[in-house]
């Protein structure tokens, strides 16, 4: 279907009547053409858990990394962070599907990122931190890529065939993620007097929070050959961030993990205070016109 102009594809329908996206691109469930079939012996909720832990990991952090735009240094890291943000949404909005799909509920995408409430989400606090200045914008990326493409890399062989799907498609544009902020922190680091004290206060800020990256949640215990055990992802992550601190002439900081609640994290529905305002902005427009479409 063609328009004159863009405005004429913003009230138009599709071909089976539904309300179309924005500028006529249409918007088509996440998991067509996607095997959904549950695992032999998975349990769904288990896996709804899990997928959403994912999900909701890539979710915030694309919410994040969007707040920067008009804020990067250049307009080219304007763009690439933005295409980064767009990748992590790509991989959120199936993981969110699958969620729902699997733990028998039917929540879509939407009712699962508009219309839970902060106790709900289950990702790791990391991703929830304010945006800082840009030397921790690019520590932060490293080492949530760094982390997140060691954890792809092993679900491409996961036997629920969603999250093989996610993963094999994830893993090349994580790689991306991950070179870019590599880059950008060598070249930060190993650069003058003052971008190397901003880079190295980046990493000492987030760092209390990369502890929790790597704690296996019960949820991933009871999937096995799904999920991913958190704890197996420690060594790949700590040789690649100690070889772009090494070339960056930084020091990998040694502070002691943030503390949490009883037990409970982020993967526990338990978050920094930072997540309420997000999720607050992030909500609203969804939560006052519930039943909207356009």
Known sequence: MSFDNAYQA???????????????????DPLSGVDSTLPDGADGAELGAYCLMLGDD??????????????????EDELALANIALDLLGQ??????????ADGTGRDEDRLAYFRDEREFRNVRLVELPVGDFGQTIARLLVFSTWRLALLRRLVDSRDPVLAAVAAKGVSEVTYHRDYAARWLVRLGDGTEHSHER????LDEIWPLVGELFETHATERGLPAVAVRAEELRGEFDEIIAQVCAAATLDV????????VGGRAGRDGVHTEH?????AEMQSLARAHPEATW
């Open 199 to 202: 880079a190295q206060h980046g």
């Open 92 to 101: 959120a909005r199936l993981l969110l599907s699958r969620a729902g799909q």
């Open 58 to 75: 890539a979710l915030i952090a694309a919410h994040r990394l969007t707040e920067l735009v008009t804020l990067a240094p250049e307009l």
């Open 275 to 279: 997540l309420g305002y997000l999720l």
């Open 10 to 28: 913003l009230s138009a329908a599709d071909d089976d009547g539904e309300s179309r996206w924005a500028f006529g691109t249409g918007f088509d």
């Open 253 to 260: 900081p040694q502070a002691a993990p943030q503390a949490s």
